[in-house]
């Protein structure tokens, strides 16, 4: 097929043509890598002979082959295959002879191509750069949508790309207007359509076309966060894209944008057509990060004019004034400490939001309860005087919504509970905002989806309310259960049969599983009475039984779950998963094998290595020592990887947890010690204080009691991970450490090597280990 397509990529038109280079195209967008793919019978790539045949075709009268012919050689272009380096000036050169085609759809391309090039190889078109602004800043004010949106990707492209700033600040008074007219939505847009004919939505169920399908995302214990995946982005058009432009720009150019975009806004904020105001304020939220410290003589005004905004005819002038002011947090919060005004304008803010919670329209409701989650998370502790009336407006909310903005007020919900903590717990607060919850709570039936984001709430506040929830928690366990029980039911049905199971809701599992998390957090020891009582129940098995099963589920993401879970049980109520420690301990090693640790088990891997440390401090040497050395040997590989090459909440879950194991079989570990001591000292030092480190510590000096030669060739790695305590709180670990250290110090003076052993410590560090342990440094 391939030598099909040379030859026939070699003529100007015809149906032959078009089919090759249609196929072509299909080929490099869904298998790019078999045009790099050597061919001895070619001499070469197909890559390496269709480039330049490809670009011949640049002058083909045909529309046609010009553009497909172009999107082959930019899609060739992502994966730099085998003769692209050598063409990309060519290649390069064939663009600028298309900038102006009468063919929207090639100038298009000639705009992806300029971009991505800035992205790949930005050197190559600095010599060309001023004229590349002109051209890009030209097209983005193209009548043809699709030329303008393409076009627009380049300025955050320039902008991230590292090119001196300078070169583009000159077309800056030309540029921000451009954007600022893209940002306008167009008279007659579906979207509007859409908005304004949903304002009277209170009361009116959505369609299940309407409502995204829910996704669960479970979290790996230590991990950071900055791995979330980030919110998809829907519709991308022209108006977001320059007002993502514009975002960028203020945050390489900063004030030196406000000269020319305040007057702009201004005029806008005052125009009587609402699609100006309502552009006006898409900028100023844009600009909110990237121009703050510019922007804050003119803050009151920014509130002054939005504020009044919220109250709008028109939904989409409400909806974008709720997400514009949320952009403003940060200003909100810290105000509250500024003095009245301050304060004022906080409550203000606040209030308008509420009321908009309560909006008539979808689009609204959905904005309001957005930045109101924005604002949550800011203020924290700091909304405990209106909490109330917060949850007033929620807890009314709950029975207005359908069932899409019902997801986004539960996680409105689920936000106040993190931000404000034991405060929701008070008697009045529980009275306001659970019996909606529970309403609902029992309309759904458990097959229904709408409950998993329900449950994924309730969750969210067991573990702020802690044992407010107590009266809750027998329901929300037996349904978890019986859930849990239902779906793998249904997995081991059709697994005998040899059969996928296409009707398994795993995500009811993944919810299941986390509830049951949160509610072994927040009751704390009060769990283990409660799964005593509810299994004694008829038809509710017992959970330690699902949990094993749920341990072995081929999903690592049940897996991930399930293990969070028994970790957060062997915490708070080890007997009742004391009877399948063992089990549970066996299905952990599994998952920490060599061939186990992948990219899509890297979680579920995480959170296997932190339960087997939580479950080891629990059961006790006895049941720990048949597993004690394959546990460690398997989590040492892990610690031993150089930073990056694997996530840093999984090396430190296994240097805590070979320090708990440490801890509970001192006798079977302290020999192989000087085998990995360096590598899990590093690891450790990195390590934020709190008991899981406490606990390694404690396994460290366990050991070194024991074998103490095995860290010498690690002294100075021992050193530095002793003094990476900012404070030790448990004096029997100090006491430890101060007993290992100064047991070195004397056998290493009677040899005299002590000096020889501290000399490759920084000042500081042999400053605090002094104080520390009452060494002579």
Not at 104 to 126: D, I, K, N
Not at 151 to 171: K, M, T, Y
Not at 359 to 370: I, M, P, Y
């Given at each position: 097929m391939i030598q099909v397509l040379e030859n026939v990529a070699s003529e100007t038109s015809g149906h032959e043509v078009d089919g090759v280079l249609d196929t072509l195209q299909k080929i490099c967008e869904d298998h790019p890598p078999q045009v790099d793919h050597a061919i001895p019978e070619l001499g070469g790539s197909p890559a390496s002979l269709l480039i330049p045949r490809l670009l011949k075709q640049f002058d083909s009268s045909v529309t046609y082959v010009r553009q497909t012919s172009l999107a082959c050689i930019n899609l060739m272009a992502q994966s730099m295959p085998d003769g692209m380096e050598s063409a990309m000036d060519p290649y390069l050169q064939g663009m600028f002879k298309l900038a102006t085609d009468k063919s929207g759809g090639v100038r298009r391309l000639v705009c992806a191509g300029l971009v991505q090039m800035l992205q790949l190889s930005p050197e190559r078109l600095q010599p060309n750069m001023s004229g590349i602004i002109e051209y890009?800043?030209?097209s983005t004010?193209?009548?043809?949508?699709?030329?303008?949106?393409?076009?627009?990707e380049f300025w955050s492209a320039f902008c991230e790309a590292g090119i001196p700033a300078d070169v583009l600040e000159g077309f800056l008074p030309r540029l921000i207007p451009v954007l600022m007219k893209n940002m306008m939505y167009d008279e007659f847009d579906d979207e509007v359509v859409e908005v304004e004919a949903a304002d009277d939505s209170f009361g009116k169920e959505d369609s299940d076309a309407a409502v995204k399908p829910f996704v669960h995302h479970s979290h790996a214990h230590r991990d950071d966060g900055s791995s979330e995946e980030d919110d998809e982005v829907?519709?991308?058009?022209l108006r977001k894209c320059s007002a993502a432009g514009l975002d960028v720009l203020s945050t390489v150019f900063n004030e030196r944008l406000l000269?020319?975009?305040?007057?702009?806004?201004?005029?806008?904020?005052?125009?009587?057509?609402?699609?100006?105001?309502?552009?006006?304020?898409?900028?100023?939220?844009?600009?909110?990060?990237?121009?703050s410290h510019g922007l804050q003589p003119y803050f009151g005004r920014i509130l002054a004019a939005i504020l009044p905004m919220l109250d709008d005819a028109k939904p989409l002038v409400r909806s974008i004034s709720c997400w514009g002011l949320s952009r403003y947090s940060q200003w909100l919060v810290s105000g509250l400490t500024s003095g009245t005004e301050g304060h004022a304008q906080f409550e203000h803010v606040l209030k308008a939001l509420l009321h908009r919670v309560l909006d008539q329209n979808r689009r609204v409701q959905e904005a309001a309860c957005s930045a109101l989650a924005t604002?949550?998370?800011e203020a924290g502790d700091a909304l405990l005087p209106w909490l109330e009336s917060i949850l007033q407006f929620l807890a009314t909310a709950v029975d207005k919504y359908g069932r899409r903005n019902l997801r986004i007020l539960y996680d409105a919900l689920s936000t106040l509970a993190e931000s404000t903590g034991k405060a929701l717990a008070q008697p009045q607060a529980i009275r306001i905002f659970m019996p909606p919850l529970l309403r609902k709570w029992e309309a759904f039936t458990d097959a229904d989806k709408d409950l998993l984001p329900l449950m994924t709430c309730l969750m969210s506040i067991a573990q702020a309310v802690g044992h407010a929830?107590?009266?809750f928690a027998p329901n929300c366990y037996r349904r978890c259960c019986r859930m849990i029980a239902t779906e793998l039911h249904a997995s081991q049905s059709n697994s005998n049969l040899g059969q996928q199971c296409p009707d398994r809701q795993e995500e009811a599992l993944l919810v299941c599983l986390d509830l049951l998390s949160g509610l072994s957090e927040g009751l704390g020891p009060s769990m283990d009475a409660l799964i005593a009582s509810a299994s004694e129940s008829n038809g509710v098995p017992h959970l330690r039984l699902l949990l094993v099963e749920c341990c072995k589920d081929a999903s690592p993401d049940v897996r991930q779950s399930a293990f969070a879970l028994a970790g957060d049980l062997a915490k708070v109520a080890a007997p009742q998963i004391e009877p399948v420690s063992q089990h549970l301990l066996q299905l952990a090693v599994g998952n920490l094998e060599s061939s186990a640790i992948r990219q899509e088990t890297m979680s579920s891997c995480n959170n296997a290595a932190w339960s087997i440390g939580e479950i080891a401090i629990k059961v006790g040497a006895k049941q720990l020592e048949p597993f004690a050395t394959v546990i460690v040997e398997r989590l040492v590989r892990v610690v031993a990887e150089p930073q990056g090459s694997m996530p840093r909440s999984?090396?430190?879950?296994?240097?805590?947890?070979?320090g708990r194991v440490a801890w509970m079989c001192p006798e079977l570990i302290a020999p192989h010690l000087g085998h990995f001591v360096v590598p899990w000292l590093t690891t450790l030092r990195s390590i934020r204080d709190d008991v899981e480190k406490e606990h390694a510590f404690l396994g460290l000096c366990a050991c070194l009691r024991i074998n103490p030669q095995a860290a010498i060739n690690g002294f100075s790695q021992l050193c530095e991970a002793f003094v990476s305590w900012r404070k030790i709180e448990c004096e029997g670990l100090h006491n430890e450490m101060t007993f290992i250290m100064q047991s070195y110090q004397s056998t290493l003076q009677a040899s005299g090597q002590w000096q020889q052993a501290l000399a490759p410590l920084t000042g500081p560090v042999r400053d605090k280990l002094g104080r520390l342990c009452g060494l002579q440094t």
């Amino acid at each position: 097929m391939i030598q099909v397509l040379e030859n026939v990529a070699s003529e100007t038109s015809g149906h032959e043509v078009d089919g090759v280079l249609d196929t072509l195209q299909k080929i490099c967008e869904d298998h790019p890598p078999q045009v790099d793919h050597a061919i001895p019978e070619l001499g070469g790539s197909p890559a390496s002979l269709l480039i330049p045949r490809l670009l011949k075709q640049f002058d083909s009268s045909v529309t046609y082959v010009r553009q497909t012919s172009l999107a082959c050689i930019n899609l060739m272009a992502q994966s730099m295959p085998d003769g692209m380096e050598s063409a990309m000036d060519p290649y390069l050169q064939g663009m600028f002879k298309l900038a102006t085609d009468k063919s929207g759809g090639v100038r298009r391309l000639v705009c992806a191509g300029l971009v991505q090039m800035l992205q790949l190889s930005p050197e190559r078109l600095q010599p060309n750069m001023s004229g590349i602004i002109e051209y890009m800043l030209q097209s983005t004010a193209d009548g043809e949508e699709e030329v303008a949106l393409e076009s627009c990707e380049f300025w955050s492209a320039f902008c991230e790309a590292g090119i001196p700033a300078d070169v583009l600040e000159g077309f800056l008074p030309r540029l921000i207007p451009v954007l600022m007219k893209n940002m306008m939505y167009d008279e007659f847009d579906d979207e509007v359509v859409e908005v304004e004919a949903a304002d009277d939505s209170f009361g009116k169920e959505d369609s299940d076309a309407a409502v995204k399908p829910f996704v669960h995302h479970s979290h790996a214990h230590r991990d950071d966060g900055s791995s979330e995946e980030d919110d998809e982005v829907s519709n991308w058009n022209l108006r977001k894209c320059s007002a993502a432009g514009l975002d960028v720009l203020s945050t390489v150019f900063n004030e030196r944008l406000l000269p020319v975009l305040m007057p702009i806004i201004d005029e806008r904020l005052a125009d009587p057509d609402w699609r100006s105001r309502e552009s006006a304020v898409l900028a100023i939220g844009a600009i909110s990060e990237g121009c703050s410290h510019g922007l804050q003589p003119y803050f009151g005004r920014i509130l002054a004019a939005i504020l009044p905004m919220l109250d709008d005819a028109k939904p989409l002038v409400r909806s974008i004034s709720c997400w514009g002011l949320s952009r403003y947090s940060q200003w909100l919060v810290s105000g509250l400490t500024s003095g009245t005004e301050g304060h004022a304008q906080f409550e203000h803010v606040l209030k308008a939001l509420l009321h908009r919670v309560l909006d008539q329209n979808r689009r609204v409701q959905e904005a309001a309860c957005s930045a109101l989650a924005t604002l949550e998370e800011e203020a924290g502790d700091a909304l405990l005087p209106w909490l109330e009336s917060i949850l007033q407006f929620l807890a009314t909310a709950v029975d207005k919504y359908g069932r899409r903005n019902l997801r986004i007020l539960y996680d409105a919900l689920s936000t106040l509970a993190e931000s404000t903590g034991k405060a929701l717990a008070q008697p009045q607060a529980i009275r306001i905002f659970m019996p909606p919850l529970l309403r609902k709570w029992e309309a759904f039936t458990d097959a229904d989806k709408d409950l998993l984001p329900l449950m994924t709430c309730l969750m969210s506040i067991a573990q702020a309310v802690g044992h407010a929830f107590e009266e809750f928690a027998p329901n929300c366990y037996r349904r978890c259960c019986r859930m849990i029980a239902t779906e793998l039911h249904a997995s081991q049905s059709n697994s005998n049969l040899g059969q996928q199971c296409p009707d398994r809701q795993e995500e009811a599992l993944l919810v299941c599983l986390d509830l049951l998390s949160g509610l072994s957090e927040g009751l704390g020891p009060s769990m283990d009475a409660l799964i005593a009582s509810a299994s004694e129940s008829n038809g509710v098995p017992h959970l330690r039984l699902l949990l094993v099963e749920c341990c072995k589920d081929a999903s690592p993401d049940v897996r991930q779950s399930a293990f969070a879970l028994a970790g957060d049980l062997a915490k708070v109520a080890a007997p009742q998963i004391e009877p399948v420690s063992q089990h549970l301990l066996q299905l952990a090693v599994g998952n920490l094998e060599s061939s186990a640790i992948r990219q899509e088990t890297m979680s579920s891997c995480n959170n296997a290595a932190w339960s087997i440390g939580e479950i080891a401090i629990k059961v006790g040497a006895k049941q720990l020592e048949p597993f004690a050395t394959v546990i460690v040997e398997r989590l040492v590989r892990v610690v031993a990887e150089p930073q990056g090459s694997m996530p840093r909440s999984l090396q430190e879950n296994s240097a805590i947890t070979i320090g708990r194991v440490a801890w509970m079989c001192p006798e079977l570990i302290a020999p192989h010690l000087g085998h990995f001591v360096v590598p899990w000292l590093t690891t450790l030092r990195s390590i934020r204080d709190d008991v899981e480190k406490e606990h390694a510590f404690l396994g460290l000096c366990a050991c070194l009691r024991i074998n103490p030669q095995a860290a010498i060739n690690g002294f100075s790695q021992l050193c530095e991970a002793f003094v990476s305590w900012r404070k030790i709180e448990c004096e029997g670990l100090h006491n430890e450490m101060t007993f290992i250290m100064q047991s070195y110090q004397s056998t290493l003076q009677a040899s005299g090597q002590w000096q020889q052993a501290l000399a490759p410590l920084t000042g500081p560090v042999r400053d605090k280990l002094g104080r520390l342990c009452g060494l002579q440094t």
